[in-house]
Structures are given as C-alpha cells and as structure tokens.
C-alpha cells in the first residue's frame, strides 16, 4: 500500500472514530501507526497518543502484560496483544486501543518467522472493561519481497491491517 493509500485509510480510521478517543500500543511497527495518524490533520480529536513498547519488560511494565503469559508463551502471540491493546486504554484514558506485537525480522523471534504478526483493537468501557474486540493474526507472505524491503514490508502491512481493523470496529454497524 502506498504512502497515500495509508494517509487516506488513516483519515477514514479517524473520521470512523469521530470523537472516541484512541490509544495505541506498538511493538513492531515502532511509532509507524502513530505517525501515519498523526500526519491528518485534525487527529487530535481523537488520538491521545501511544506506548513504543519494542523491548518485552516494557510491555509488562508500562501496558500491563501478564509476565507469566510472555514467559511462557513469548511477546509474539495473540494474547499479548489483546493485553497490550487493554493496556494502551487504560494507561492512555482512552475509549479504543489499538495494539501490534509480531516480527519484522530479520531473525525470527520467540520461535515466530519474520511476517508473524498479531492486531488486536479494543473498546474499552471506563473501568478497563473490554467491551468489543477485534483480532487478527498475519503471516506476511515474502516470497515476492526483496530481503532489504522486507522489514519496511511487514510494518506497512500490519499498520495497514490495525487501521482497518479499527475503522470497522469503530464504524457504526448496520441493525440486522
């Protein structure tokens, strides 16, 4: 996806979100997702900010991820970032989370190959209560990327697929 393509699902995330708030907790993708929302203008509206959490103990410490969880099963699972996700709301005093842990390589990670990537988006209610949910897990396909874009590759990608996952969740749904 293009610069622009992003810019542009940026700017439809935020404008689904309106005036919900939003926090993001990043691993991978190192502050990605939070400058491509911050480059539309108006974005404070909604986004209240963000946690880097790159290293593991960051997770645990500032976003409140069960140690025993990374410990046996690795920072690089589902479950972590659903925790990570719940953690950005409450750390952030947000109403959505929005949270990304995986592997960008070059080297795999916690038994995971690069490409290995969890989303998780949550809205919280007040008292940390999550109240709707979305993941998502990828396996980037690489096979058709060279090896020096491969890392650029999968951040895009997984920023990509947290901004979609947002936009639906925060989208008003149709009445069945």
Known sequence: MSSGALYDLAADTLIAL??????VAESLTGGLI???????????RSFRGAVVAY???VKVSVL????????????VQAAVALQMARGACQHLQAQFGLAVTGVAGPDSQDGQLPGTVFVAVVLCAPDGEVLDLAE?????????????????????????????????LASPRMLE
């Open 18 to 23: 309106g005036e919900r708030t939003l926090a």
């Open 34 to 44: 939070s400058a491509t929302l911050t480059e539309v203008p108006g974005a404070s």
């Open 55 to 57: 290293a593991t103990d």
């Open 64 to 75: 409140a991820v069960d140690e025993m969880l990374i410990r046996s099963g690795g920072a």
């Open 136 to 168: 998502e897990s990828l396996n980037i396909d690489l096979s058709a990327v060279a090896p020096s874009a491969q890392r650029e590759y999968i951040r895009e990608q997984t920023v990509e697929c947290g901004l979609n996952l947002l936009k639906v």
